[in-house]
Nanobody
């Protein structure tokens, strides 16, 4: 079955960096586009970045130039390098894949940016 496991979250000061990882299993990772989302209480989940099988990338406007999405197909793992973090980046971050007719989610990892 499809499994997505995020890691790498934590607490940092504004301007700091974190690198999130998403370990995937249960499907042919290299053949699927992958996405990072985030959600804060009371708000809808929003897509932060995605990466295609051909390594094309897209970003939420507010993270452009600060976040970088990447993938390592040999390790079935996706990454999100987050630099110059801001308090408004505080959220639970989820990785996701659409496999078949269903969208799958990991359990999420908390990122807190605060002084």
């Amino acid at each position: 079955q499809v499994q997505l496991v995020e890691s790498g979250g934590g607490s940092v000061q504004p301007g700091g960096s974190l690198r999130l990882s998403c370990a995937a299993s249960g499907f042919r990772f290299s053949r699927y586009d992958m996405r990072w989302y985030r959600q804060t209480p009371g708000k809808e989940r929003e897509m932060v970045a995605d990466i295609s099988t051909g390594l094309d990338t897209r970003y939420l406007d507010s993270v452009k130039g600060r976040f970088t999405i990447s993938r390592d197909n040999a390790k079935d793992t996706m990454y999100l390098q987050m630099n110059k973090l801001r308090p408004e980046d505080t959220a639970i971050y989820y990785c996701s894949v659409i496999w078949g007719i269903r969208q799958y989610w990991g359990q999420g990892t908390q990122v807190t940016v605060s002084s």
